[in-house]
C-alpha cells in the first residue's frame, strides 16, 4: 500500500510529462505531415471519420468535438465524426455479427474515398479497429492510427503516432496531447 501520496502523485505527474515530451518530438515529423493531410481532408470537402475502445472511444468522441465545434479559435464546423457514440449502431452490429465489425460497417456505409480513418488503440491490436483501417483501405480512405509502440495497428495505417509507453494512462495522455497540436495546426492552417 502506497503510504507515501504526494510523492506517488509527482511520479505520475513526471512520467505524463516524460511521455508527452518524447511522444511530440518522437512524431514531430509525422504531426506536421498529420495536420497537413487533415487540413487538406477537410478543405476538399472529405470527413473524418474516428474511433478506439474505451478510454480512445471517448478520445474519438473529444477529438471529433474539437473538430465540429472549435478548437482555440472562433470558426466554421470540420467535419469529424466519432463511430463511437451511437449505441443502436454498435450493439446491432456487435449482436447481428460480431464486435470486430462495429468500425469496419460503419467505415462501410459513411466513408467515401479521399476521407480520413483515425482508429485509436494503446496496444495498436484491437482486432474491430484493424477491421475499421482495413475496410477505410479497401475504399481509399487515407488512415491515421494512434498507438503505444506499435503492434498491428503501426503496421496497416498511412500515417502512424506511437507513444513509446507501456502504461495505457501514459499512452492515452500522449494522444490526446497530439490530438490537440493536431487540433490546434489544423486551424493554422485553414483559418490562419
Known amino acids: 500500500m502506497i503510504t507515501d501520496f504526494e510523492s506517488h502523485i509527482m511520479e505520475i505527474l513526471e512520467e505524463s510529462i516524460q511521455a508527452k515530451r518524447e511522444a511530440v518530438t518522437g ?4 504531426i506536421i505531415e498529420g495536420a ?5 481532408c477537410l478543405t476538399a470537402g472529405h470527413k473524418i471519420l474516428i474511433f478506439g475502445n474505451g478510454g480512445s472511444a471517448a ?40 464486435f470486430t465489425d ?33 475496410a477505410a483501405k479497401e475504399i481509399g480512405i487515407f488512415t491515421l492510427g494512434m498507438t503505444g509502440r506499435g503492434g498491428r495497428l503501426a503496421e496497416c495505417t498511412d500515417l502512424t ?13 500522449a494522444h490526446i496531447t497530439i490530438a490537440h497540436i493536431l487540433c490546434d495546426l489544423v486551424e493554422q492552417i485553414l483559418f490562419p
Not at 503516432?161 to 495522455?173: G, K, L, M
Open 27 to 30: 512524431n514531430l515529423a509525422v
Open 36 to 40: 497537413e493531410t487533415l487540413a487538406a
Open 59 to 98: 478520445d474519438a468522441q473529444h477529438i471529433s468535438a474539437e473538430f465540429i465545434n472549435r478548437f482555440q479559435i472562433e470558426r466554421p464546423p470540420l467535419a469529424a465524426i466519432a463511430l463511437t457514440t451511437d449505441s443502436s449502431i454498435l450493439t446491432s452490429i456487435g449482436n447481428d455479427y460480431d
Open 102 to 134: 462495429i468500425f469496419a460497417k460503419q467505415i462501410m456505409a459513411l466513408g467515401k474515398k479521399d476521407d480520413i480513418a483515425w482508429g485509436i488503440s494503446t496496444s495498436g491490436n484491437s482486432k474491430n479497429v484493424i477491421k475499421g483501417i482495413e
Open 161 to 173: 503516432f506511437r507513444v513509446q509507453s507501456d502504461t495505457t494512462a501514459r499512452i492515452q495522455e
